[in-house]
């Protein structure tokens, strides 16, 4: 499988830095985001490394749509948000801040105003912890 040694997402997979994960198959993964733009805020990637989306698979990016579809579901029936949006960045353009193909499952709030550059502000770990397993347990 394809890693790369200094990319932050290829350490989450390889267990070398930990993450709350939510879920995980064969070829995709599926944890907290540390920084979140709402509380919720999940992410799903391929294990195997891939920049963006131009590079990915066509495989890998159906495997990790599935996922994604999964852990929209999970967060909706768990927290019931007013909303939710699956977005995904390619390109310091586009705010892409890790170079690991990922998808973020972003819960909203009716009036939040959320922007698509939302800035990385370190959440409280407690609490996405919580969260963390409160979406488990609706998967
Ligand atoms: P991007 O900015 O590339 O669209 O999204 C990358 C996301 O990865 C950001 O939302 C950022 O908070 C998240 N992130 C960066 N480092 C870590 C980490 O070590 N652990 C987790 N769980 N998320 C991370
Ligand atoms: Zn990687």
């Known amino acids: 499988m394809q890693t790369d040694k200094d990319c932050i ?3 989450i997979v390889a267990g070398e830095i930990p993450c709350f994960k939510l879920y995980e198959d064969d070829s995709t993964l599926s944890f907290m985001d540390i920084n979140p733009a709402n509380e919720g805020h999940a992410l799903v990637i391929p294990k195997e490394h891939w920049r963006n989306v131009y590079v990915v698979p066509d495989d890998l990016f159906a495997a990790v749509a599935v996922s994604v579809k999964k852990i929209a579901q999970a ?3 768990a ?3 007013d909303g939710v949006n699956v977005v995904q960045a390619n390109g310091k353009g586009a705010a ?3 170079e690991h193909f990922h ?3 972003l819960p909203r709030t009716l009036g939040d105003e959320l922007k698509l550059n939302w800035g990385l502000n370190p ?3 407690e609490r ?4 963390s397993e ?3 347990a609706a998967l």
Do not use: A, E, N, R
């Open 9 to 11: 997402f290829c350490k």
């Open 75 to 77: 967060v909706q029936s």
């Open 128 to 131: 996405i912890k919580i969260c």
């Open 123 to 125: 959440g409280d770990m």
């Open 96 to 98: 892409q801040s890790v």
């Open 134 to 136: 409160t979406i488990k």
């Open 103 to 105: 998808v973020h499952v």
């Open 79 to 81: 927290l019931s948000p």
